[in-house]
């Protein structure tokens, strides 16, 4: 059985920094890319930040240079360090592993930056 379970969220004031967590289990972790994704309250989905088996990162243009996005494959954990928060950071943020033909999402951490 296939599980995401993230951790670090929190609430945090403008300026601060959190550091969210996502433990993988139930796959190969060193197999799969992983990611982290945000959602606003009424808007969609969008990437932050891609780390693949290799350790090949990508981020929105919105957060690179504030965040982090790591992996150790023997905690089977991906990280994201998120520094210089902004309000409009504020949204949960969800994890993903995938790969070709594989796509999983982990139930997602609420970060709330107060302004």
């Known amino acids: 059985q296939v599980q995401l379970v993230e951790s670090g969220g929190g609430l945090v004031q403008a300026g601060g920094s959190l550091r969210l967590s996502c433990v993988a289990s139930?796959?190969?972790?060193?197999?799969?890319?992983m990611g982290w994704y945000r959602q606003a309250p009424g808007k969609q989905r969008d990437l932050v930040a891609t780390i693949s088996s290799g350790g090949s990162t990508n981020y929105a243009d919105s957060v690179k240079g504030r965040f982090t996005i790591s992996r150790d494959n023997a905690k089977n954990t991906v990280y994201l360090q998120m520094n210089s928060l902004k309000a409009e950071d504020t949204a949960v943020y969800y994890c993903?592993?995938?790969?070709?033909?594989?796509?999983?999402w982990g139930q997602g951490t609420q970060v709330t930056v107060s302004s």
């Open positions: 139930g796959i190969i972790f060193d197999t799969k890319a």
């Open positions: 993903k592993a995938f790969s070709a033909g594989f796509n999983f």
